[in-house]
Every structure is written in structure tokens, then in C-alpha cells.
């Protein structure tokens, strides 16, 4: 499995480097690079790998990735049982803050972007309340070139900045940490086997042969590198994929939830649901059912 360290294409016309992909399926390898990242998802779905830190993706979602903060976008098996040519549909803008334009974000008037920037150390998820507008302006800068497109970038960053009040922090509460090659690469066999095989039965014993360690050396490694331990993440990828059967209405009972999400008893999947949630299964329909009916009245 590779690679960690990802090279973003280099632009010829500007310091802000725009990458639109319309493929079978998003790039599939736990990976970092030096510069910063807006995306915005318009085709597809599945799980965002942030550092440490797991959650569902979705068509309309905007992200602000952190420098050399490894990331994924795993999208859902779907997309590699159909490889169709236009799958999914992304935009990502990168921007090194610390090189390239440090010396325009030094200047006094930027003061505000600045500070902004230091939230961006573990990535950030745009509220849901700005995506239309910003998901305009990512479309828009994707299509100018030069300083337009520099001078575009700005102001995007300017309403991060002053108009923005609720992101949602894609971390658990600690600093940056930094992987090694070796180890970004192993994290990434760990991720991926769990993303793939989260519904089956994983014991320690698989995943510590997957990352080739002992049970006790692996227990030590991924808590020393994730601040959590193993199960603690098998049981955020397994919510996590919960609730997207949860918020699609793929499900016959809350305990047909359990049972494909890797739970052998609804009990536990129940308690840890509300652990990772803040709430029940079935209290987490409701309210997706009440948000979704609000919605459409507003419509």
C-alpha cells in the first residue's frame, strides 16, 4: 500500500493549485502533502480518514484540510463493484500557507486568515448552513486562473474567517502528530482493512497480522500514533457506516443495522451507538426524519 507523501500537480499560472476529479472512485491511499486543502464533494460518498479521525462524506460536504495532515476519502464499495467513469465528482484546492504565501499572509490586513489558519491544523468541516454558497464560489474559482483566481481564493478565505462561527473541528483534542513513511504506510494497511472487512468479526489477532505485529507491540502502536485504541476506531467506522444506512433508509430494523455493521448483539450496538452518537439508533432517525421534513417544508 501506497503512497503517503502525494505530490500536488504543479500549476504554471499561481500559488493556488485547483484539482477537479471526475473518476470511478476517489484516491484510495492514506496520504499527506505540504499544502492545505478546500474540497468540495459533488459526486459520492463514504468515509474521511482526517489523522485520527473518522466520519461519513457525503455529495454537498466541504472540507478544509490541514497541512500534512494524512487524509482519505474512502469511498463506499459501490464505486469499485460499478467503475463507472464518472462515479464521483470533486474539487480540491490546495494552497501552501507556510511557503508560498507566507508573505502575503504576514501582511497586517490578513491578520483575521491568519488565526483562521491555525484552526486548520487538524482539518475542519464547513457547517452545513454555508455549503451552497461556498460550493458556488469553490465551482467559480476552479473556472478563473491567475490573480482572479488568487484574488477569489481571498475572499473565500476572508468569509471563512469573519462569516463562519460553527465549524465542526475533525479532531479528538491533540496536537498535530507526525508519521514516519514506514508508519504512514502501515497505518494505512490498518485503515484500509478495516474500512473494507469492518462488518466482519476482526480480532486483534487479524489486525496486528495485517500491520505485522505482535497483538501486544500492535495495541501499543496504534494507541502511541491514534491516542485511542483499536476497538475505539473499529466502533467509529462501524457507526459511522450505521448511519449512513440509517440517514439512506437502508434498513428493515435497528437490529438489521447492528447485525451489518459488525454487532453480533443489538444491546451492544445500541450502548456503543449512543457512546459515539450522543444518542440512540432510533433517536437518530427521528431526528434525521424531522430535519429532513423540515427541510423540504422550507422548500
Not at 14 to 38: M, S, T, W
Request: net charge positive; proline share 3%.
Amino acid at each position: 500500500m501506497k503512497v503517503v507523501q502525494f505530490t500536488v500537480p504543479v500549476a504554471a499560472d499561481g500559488a493556488v493549485v485547483v484539482q477537479e476529479d471526475i473518476l470511478p472512485y476517489f484516491y484510495n491511499y492514506l496520504h499527506r502533502h505540504k499544502e492545505a486543502q478546500v474540497t468540495l464533494i459533488i459526486k459520492g460518498e463514504g468515509t474521511l480518514i482526517a489523522g485520527n479521525y473518522t466520519q461519513p462524506f457525503k455529495a454537498g460536504d466541504i472540507y478544509v484540510i490541514g497541512a500534512n495532515q494524512p487524509h482519505m476519502f474512502k469511498g463506499d464499495a459501490k464505486y469499485f463493484e460499478n467503475l463507472q467513469e464518472k462515479n464521483i465528482h470533486a474539487i480540491h484546492i490546495f494552497f501552501d500557507h507556510e511557503q508560498a504565501l507566507k508573505g502575503l499572509f504576514n501582511l497586517p490586513e490578513m491578520e483575521v486568515v491568519r488565526k483562521f489558519l491555525l484552526l486548520t491544523t487538524n482539518s475542519l468541516q464547513l457547517p452545513a448552513a454555508h455549503t451552497e454558497k461556498i460550493g458556488e464560489e469553490v465551482q467559480k474559482i476552479a473556472g478563473l486562473t491567475g490573480a482572479e483566481r488568487l484574488l477569489a481564493f481571498i475572499n473565500m478565505l476572508l468569509y471563512f474567517s469573519k462569516q463562519v462561527k460553527d465549524w465542526k473541528s475533525l479532531s479528538t483534542g491533540f496536537s498535530k502528530h507526525t508519521y514516519s513513511e514506514s508508519e504512514g504506510l502501515r497505518m494505512n494497511d490498518i485503515y484500509q482493512y478495516t474500512l473494507e472487512h469492518y462488518s466482519e468479526n476482526i480480532t486483534l489477532g487479524k489486525i496486528a497480522s495485517v500491520a505485522h505485529l505482535t497483538t501486544y507491540a500492535f495495541c501499543k502502536y496504534f494507541k502511541k500514533h491514534t491516542r485511542k485504541t483499536y476497538l475505539e476506531f473499529l466502533n467509529e467506522v462501524r457507526i459511522n457506516a450505521a448511519c449512513k444506512k440509517i440517514i439512506a433508509g437502508n434498513f428493515d430494523s435497528i437490529a438489521a443495522v447492528a447485525y451489518a455493521t459488525g454487532y453480533n448483539n443489538p444491546i451492544t450496538f445500541n450502548r456503543v451507538f449512543r457512546k459515539v452518537t450522543g444518542m440512540s439508533p432510533t433517536n437518530y432517525a427521528r431526528q434525521y426524519r424531522y430535519e429532513e421534513e423540515s427541510l423540504m417544508q422550507k422548500n
